[in-house]
């Protein structure tokens, strides 16, 4: 099956700074990954869509500025989340579309947990 | 607009049976998928339903009526380890997803 990767599990971290989670493909070539973020006993929320080498597409009320989407191969993508502060503590998790079947079945990987202090 | 609705939390025994409704408004409709998430988790995929009708596949199946925009996913001979959160997400026009706020499912012995 399509194997979904994503790095750090969990990251705690200082208001202010800025993290990186990736976001990975092990097993086959993602033409598009999701980017999703899940509060607690809430539902995904999809924060933006990305595909291979083009600008990512953001989902209305995120900040692209603040939210950094990189899509630089078929099997990586990252999200940055700059200069982050409390509200951002959240569930992030990433999906992507392997665009081998026709209802595209979105793969996620197994979420990462960011806390800011 | 798009919404999805299904219920917050059901409660069930172990061995029996249990439906999770989901009703869906969307704009088009590209299939409406069931998730599973325990807690802590990323979502592991149940089902897809595109065409009117019942899906089986071992303990779970899913029923889709396209008419009335609803689906169930029905969950046989209960096990412990279902207890989970049930997501169901419809396909929209672009073949976006529209996610609900998940079913809690919780299973007692």
């Known amino acids: 099956g399509a194997v979904v990767s994503q790095h750090p599990s969990r990251v705690i971290c200082k208001s202010g700074t800025s993290v990186k989670i990736e976001c990975r493909s092990l097993?086959?070539?993602?033409?598009?990954m999701f980017w999703y973020r899940q509060f607690p006993k809430k539902s995904l929320m999809l924060m933006a869509t990305?595909?291979?080498?083009?600008?990512?597409?953001?989902e209305q009320g995120v900040e692209k500025d603040k939210f950094l989407i990189n899509h630089a191969s078929l099997t990586l993508s990252t999200l940055t989340v700059t200069s982050a502060h409390p509200e951002d503590s959240s569930f992030y998790i990433c999906s992507a579309d392997t665009g081998q079947n026709s209802y595209n079945e979105q793969f996620f990987g197994p979420g990462t947990r960011l806390t800011v202090l | 607009g798009q919404n999805i609705d299904q219920p917050t939390e059901m409660t069930a025994t172990e061995g029996a049976i249990v439906q999770i409704n989901c009703t869906y408004q969307?704009?088009?409709?590209?299939?409406l998928f069931w998730y599973q998430q325990h807690a802590g988790e990323a979502p592991t995929f149940l089902s897809y339903n595109v065409l009117d009708g019942l899906e089986e596949k071992g303990r779970f199946s899913s029923f889709l009526s396209r008419s009335k925009g609803y689906s169930y996913l029905l969950l046989k001979e209960l096990q412990m380890k279902d207890s989970a959160s049930y997501l169901c997400a419809a396909s929209d026009s672009n073949y976006q997803l529209i996610w609900g706020a998940g079913t809690k499912l919780i299973i007692k012995p």
């Open positions: 097993d086959f070539q993602a033409t598009t």
């Open positions: 990305s595909n291979e080498g083009s600008k990512a597409t953001y």
């Open positions: 969307t704009s088009g409709f590209n299939g």
